[in-house]
């Protein structure tokens, strides 16, 4: 059973196969934090600057395009600042817990990556590791919570053949 269930808004995103790169970026998540892969489940939306403005409006009332946003289907913040958040409980393997959803826009992804030099490849794994790592509780706010969950990224990254974005 997959991880991640992709749902394709925008045609490009199935031509660069998504899918398989969400599923691998999720995994290595997971597994960098020493969780089971079996008894969780992540969806995952690829769309067009339109549509991410749209949500980006109506859940941060910013209405302009973004490159990922990331719906935790529970708070799993830490309670402290720059401490771990705590650890879901995986479901049962034909019930999983759902982490939450995370949606990404093609365009604005694309842009970024041309603007620095990356290969959209690596660039979209790293903002789907960072979705990821939102849905388990993670943040960037604090200074410290952010040098934690950008210490996590870095290392799930090379994992996956991706250098520092940082």
């Known amino acids: 059973m997959d991880l991640v269930e992709t749902v394709i808004e925008d045609a490009r995103w199935e031509a660069f196969g998504l899918a398989g790169l969400a599923e691998r970026a999720g995994r290595a998540v997971l597994a960098a934090l020493d969780l089971p892969v079996e008894g969780f489940a992540i969806s995952l939306m690829g769309c067009d600057d339109a549509r991410i403005a749209v949500l980006n409006a109506d859940f941060r009332g910013k209405p302009v395009p973004t490159n990922v946003l990331s719906w ?8 402290f600042v720059g401490e771990a958040p ?14 939450g959803d995370i949606a990404i826009a093609w365009e604005t992804c694309a842009r970024e990556a041309a603007d620095q030099g990356k290969p959209m490849a690596k660039h979209v794994t790293h903002l789907i590791v960072h979705g990821v790592l939102h849905l388990l509780g993670y943040d960037h706010v604090e200074e410290e919570d952010a040098a934690l969950m ?16 940082y």
Not at 72 to 79: D, I, K, L, M, Y
Not at 150 to 165: Q, T
Request: hydrophobic share 30%.
């Open 86 to 99: 705590e650890r879901p409980q995986p479901g049962a393997l034909d019930d999983p817990e759902p982490l």
């Open 150 to 165: 950008e210490g996590l990224e870095v290392r799930i990254l090379a994992s996956l053949g991706v250098s520092d974005p």
């Open 72 to 79: 935790p289907s529970e708070e799993r913040g830490a309670e």
